[in-house]
């Protein structure tokens, strides 16, 4: 049975700016910092992640980024990275294409006096992003613009005054990354958590981010992270072993990355993806794993079995989640329209397809017998299905960062929330944290 959560504001006041108890980052003549030991557009590779298809940021810029994008997608709302880290050649042709056309609004790069170019974008920090919608790049009119206004604050992306309506240099597509305080130096937002993992014997977790750094709470332990890794794509998502002795990290390229006894059977991480992957389970015996893209596409490894995938249907919202079955025989996915897809023994318990939704799901999980699941919110509402109790969400309270997962306890008995500031919501038997 179904049990909807009443939440207490619309999604577009949740998704509201920080606190006001500090100084958000986000004002108009606010700049990005530079990245410190390096030349303008001239960052290695190993500063830099993927987010997107074709658009790369400065490491700590990526995790709120790739979070704008899901949550874009999420709402279906057509949002693509058109420029985003720009090197310096690419910046001094850029400035002589613009002004040869009369365009005054590109960055003009400088010259050392042996007349190196030196530049000056705060592409070239790899903290903007030229962002785009289908047919070509945004405009105010557009329903990206109005999502990066609604949304892009609360992670720490910033439009600059100079951009705005009105202004000679009036660029709606244009956003920069001042989450670290900035220039102005002003509070951090926090927005790089992607998942929690409860310890083995439940009284801690360990929140995991999208660097791939691994962070102990209470009795947990880190058994390794990816933080010192110069990842390729940002890490998106992770599983326990079933001895919770071990954990695996996942890459939205469908890298993996494996600790404590967590066993590597493969990734997809040399292999060309139609989206992103999103999600992972392992099996009942931790023999293999499932990975999951946003367009359903399913990706078996060890003894993981495939039963099918959405991959080739045409999806009314993005896949966000998967559970398998208590025997593995199967496995569900959900869109971040609470739609569920049932493949081998999966039973269908109901979704919240046909309901007008808050806020788009963002995760789910199986109860331990496997005849029911849960739901969860990107603000906290929790939807149960089959013979999943509620224990209670994460909608009745006002969340400074959005829900990006969920764990339940090993009993069925309680639950776990992480924002993606990296606060626990505990509900049921789930130890607070």
Request: hydrophobic residues 40%; proline residues 7%.
């Amino acid at each position: 049975m179904l049990r909807r959560i009443v939440l207490l504001a619309t999604a577009l006041v949740l998704l509201a700016a920080a606190p006001a108890t500090a100084e958000s980052p986000v004002r108009p003549d606010n700049k990005p910092t530079p990245v410190e030991g390096y030349e303008n557009g001239r960052l290695p590779a190993s500063r830099l992640i993927t987010v997107l298809p074709g658009c790369r940021t400065v490491r700590e810029a990526a995790p709120s980024g790739a979070l704008l994008f899901r949550q874009a997608a999420a709402l279906n709302v057509p949002l693509f990275g058109n420029d985003c880290y720009r090197p310096l050649d690419d910046q001094v042709t850029l400035y002589a294409r613009n002004t040869s056309t009369g365009g005054p609004c590109t960055a003009q790069p400088t010259y050392y006096p042996d007349g190196r170019p030196r530049g000056t974008s705060n592409h070239g920090w790899g903290k903007a992003i030229d962002f785009g919608n289908t047919g070509g790049p945004l405009n105010f009119s557009s329903v990206g613009y109005r999502f990066l206004k609604s949304h892009a604050a609360r992670v720490g992306w910033n439009h600059p005054g100079w951009a705005e309506p009105g202004q000679p240099c009036a660029e709606p597509w244009h956003w920069e990354w001042v989450g670290d305080g900035g220039t102005m130096r002003l509070d951090s937002v926090r927005s790089d958590v992607v998942s929690v993992l409860p310890s083995a014997d439940e009284k801690g977790v360990n929140v995991v981010t999208a660097l791939g750094d691994v962070q102990p709470r209470a009795s947990a332990k880190s058994l390794g992270s990816a933080i010192g890794v110069p990842l390729n794509w940002v890490i998106v998502g992770a599983a326990n072993t079933p001895s919770r002795s071990g954990y695996w990290l996942l890459g939205a390229d469908g890298g993996i990355f494996s600790y404590g006894d967590a066993s590597f059977f493969g990734s997809t991480g040399d292999r060309r993806l139609n989206r992103p992957v999103v999600t992972m389970a392992p099996t009942p015996d931790g023999g293999g794993y499932w990975l999951a893209a946003g367009d359903g596409g399913m990706f078996t490894f060890g003894n993981a079995g495939f039963f099918g995938s959405s991959g080739s249907m045409k999806l009314n919202s993005p896949v966000v989640g998967m559970t398998p079955t208590a025997d593995g025989g199967g496995y569900w996915l959900v869109a971040a329209d609470g739609g569920i897809f049932t493949f081998g023994n999966a039973t269908f318990f109901g979704s919240t397809g046909d309901l007008r939704l808050s806020s788009p799901i963002v995760g789910m999980a199986a109860t331990p017998s496997g005849r029911g699941y849960w739901l969860v919110g990107a603000d906290g509402g929790i939807f149960t299905f089959g013979d999943a109790g509620f224990f209670g969400s994460g909608a009745d309270r006002a969340l400074a960062q959005p829900v990006v997962a969920m764990h339940r306890t090993a009993n069925g008995d309680g639950y776990w929330l992480v924002t993606a500031d990296g606060s626990i919501v505990a509900r049921g038997s789930a130890n607070p944290l």
